[in-house]
């Protein structure tokens, strides 16, 4: 009996130690298991960190070039930005790593292009044949963990869809006169497109022996020819252009518009406005006695646009300019006045043509126009997709 019992208490004994050994092996092996899942866990936690920190960064680069395309020189963070971007992310959540760059941005062009010194690739760093596409390369590392993203950013602009055809439009009466001066109204570049110039007064011609009767027929036939080649909508949106480039002039800045060096604006960008609307009397901008080459002769690849809005506009000089002349005024060229404009002019009111002025009406000039401005970036038909990061950056 007593054989027995110590018999049923060793079997017992030898269980409990197979069951002890077997659930500590169980232990370790959770142990292990959790060690590991939450090994993976925290990387994973990291590379997200990473990417997001890249992410950030692809979208900083895209909002500074829409202000600031890279068209010519190396685009580079200047090192303030780097700086306050980095300073957003706090280094407890976001290790820095041992060595290398937090975040780093590279842009690269689409062809590539003349060898840069020290440059990784052979595409230069800027918009190299100037489609208005570059390839960002954004790369974070948050620890040891890296993450990076290549995209393609492309350009937006503003479209001013001028109604074409038009070399002079007023809303009010066009005069051109003046014994031994010749305002005239010419079409440059018929064999361009499918538009002829033609010059249209809502209250008539007065004494416009300069003028061709031909040019008084509207030969598109798709635009109503009453309504102004410009919309409001369009001038409210280029005020907002201006305003974000600096060449915005109204209200406490007016004093100054009157000595505006006009021949200074070389383009990009190529746009100024004066706006006078609201601030009460009457306000006329003159052009004084002199040369304003505001552009190239004849030189239409880089045209710009100025509007005078709530003031008359006089030519008092010798101005040459290409692109549109948009007025919500009266335009007068007095006796001292030769603007020669290549591109078009835009009247509200009545437009007095006495010195020896010139239109030359040049589509191609009014087709530059719409890729002028810039307004944003966009990522491009490529999209972006994540890269193997690279280390020693
Ligand atoms: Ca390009």
């Known amino acids: 009996m007593c054989y027995r019992m110590r018999d049923q208490k060793g079997s017992s004994l030898i269980l409990f130690m197979g069951i002890a050994a077997a659930l500590a092996i169980l232990a370790i092996a959770m142990v292990a298991l959790l060690g590991n899942t939450m090994h993976n866990t925290s990387r994973e936690q990291t590379r997200t960190k990473a990417f997001d920190v890249a992410e950030a960064a692809l979208d900083v680069t895209m909002q500074r070039m829409a202000v600031t395309w890279p068209r010519t020189t190396d685009y580079t963070w200047p090192s303030t930005d780097q700086a306050t971007f980095e300073g957003r992310f706090d280094t407890q959540d976001f290790p820095r790593p041992a060595s290398g760059q937090f975040v780093k941005v590279w842009v ?97 011609f007065v004494n416009a022996q300069s003028l061709s009767a031909g040019y008084v027929v509207q030969q598109d036939g798709t635009t109503d020819p009453s309504q102004p080649p410009i919309t409001q909508a369009t001038i409210d949106e280029l005020i907002g252009i201006a305003k974000l480039q600096g060449q915005y002039y109204s209200g406490a800045t007016t004093p100054s518009v009157q000595s505006l060096p006009l021949n200074s604006y070389a383009p990009p960008p190529g746009l100024v406005i004066l706006d006078f609307r609201g601030l009460g009397g009457t306000w006329s901008v003159k052009i004084q006695p002199g040369t304003y080459n505001m552009t190239t002769d004849q030189d239409w690849s880089n045209p710009g646009t100025l509007l005078v809005l709530g003031a008359d506009l006089e030519f008092g000089g010798q101005v040459k300019f290409c692109g549109l002349v948009y007025v919500d005024g009266n335009v007068t060229s007095g006796l001292h006045g030769t603007p020669i404009i290549y591109g078009a002019l835009v009247s509200t009111g009545d437009l007095y043509l006495n010195g020896t002025a010139e239109i030359h009406y040049v589509d191609e000039a009014l087709q530059r126009l719409d890729s002028r401005w810039q307004t944003s970036t966009r990522l491009g038909s490529g999209g972006w997709r994540e890269l193997q990061p690279r280390t020693g950056t």
């Open 108 to 204: 690269f062009d689409n062809v590539a292009g003349p060898v840069i010194s020290g440059w990784e690739r052979t595409a230069p760093p800027f918009d190299y044949n100037g489609d208005g596409l570059v390839y960002v390369d954004a790369q974070a590392y948050v620890g040891k963990v890296g993450a990076r993203i290549r995209a393609e950013v492309q350009t937006v602009s503003f479209e001013l869809n001028v109604a074409r055809g038009f070399a002079v439009w007023s809303g009010g009466t066009i005069t051109a006169t003046g014994p031994g001066n010749n305002p005239n109204i010419t079409a440059e570049d018929f064999a361009a497109g499918a538009y002829s110039s033609v010059a249209y007064a809502g209250g008539g």
